[in-house]
């Protein structure tokens, strides 16, 4: 199929991106664990650390799904829609946890990387179901964009949280 033929180092390369980012997440959640505990820290941690793994797990969710051996474009063109769905309904659920937590009052950054950019890789993800048919080239670059921004934000909501914690360690906040 030529649609996504020719994608496949691109979407092994994020997948695998990923994949190993989702085991480093755990061993930094792991390394924190020890500190005591913060007030209202369980809320927090849905609403800025949860989704980074989520974000990481889409990304190799839809990496595999692309790079499957599709014989036409119905089935990852659903694909492409129920995980931007999904996605889009989670980051709604995440700005709502957002607001609703007390433990750390949110920047635009934060607002920014755990909210808007992300709600708009889900929304590229799901529109990208409908748009395949009419022009699959730009469409599958959108596809890829949509899996790279995640990953992106990611890695940057993972460095955020750890350098947070390390400072507010330091800081004598806790």
């Known amino acids: 199929m030529g649609a996504l033929a020719g994608r496949e180092n691109f979407y092994v390369i994020v997948g695998s991106s990923a994949g190993a980012l989702i085991g480093l997440q755990f ?25 980074t793994v989520v974000h990481f797990g889409a990304v190799l969710l839809l990496s595999a799904t692309a790079s499957a051996p599709w014989r036409e474009l119905t089935g990852p063109a659903i694909s492409f829609g129920v995980l931007g769905l999904i996605g889009i ?4 659920i995440v700005t709502r946890r ?25 929304a590229t993800l799901a529109a990208s179901a409908y748009a395949i048919r009419s022009s699959t080239t730009i469409t599958m670059f959108a596809v890829a964009a949509a899996a790279l921004l995640p990953l992106f934000i990611g890695i940057h909501n993972a460095w ?5 914690h390390i400072f507010a360690n330091k800081s004598g906040r806790e």
């Not at 924190?32 to 650390?49: C, H, K, L, W």
């Not at 957002?98 to 889900?122: I, S």
């Not at 955020?160 to 947070?164: A, G, I, N, P």
């Open 27 to 51: 061993v930094v959640i792991t390394l924190i664990a020890n500190r005591p505990a913060v007030t209202d820290e369980a809320q927090a941690g849905d609403a800025f650390a949860t989704p």
């Open 89 to 92: 309904v989670y980051e709604i």
């Open 98 to 122: 957002m607001r609703t937590q007390t433990a750390y009052t949110p920047q635009l950054e934060d607002w920014l990387f755990h909210a808007l950019l992300p709600f708009v890789a889900y």
């Open 160 to 164: 955020d949280t750890v350098t947070y």
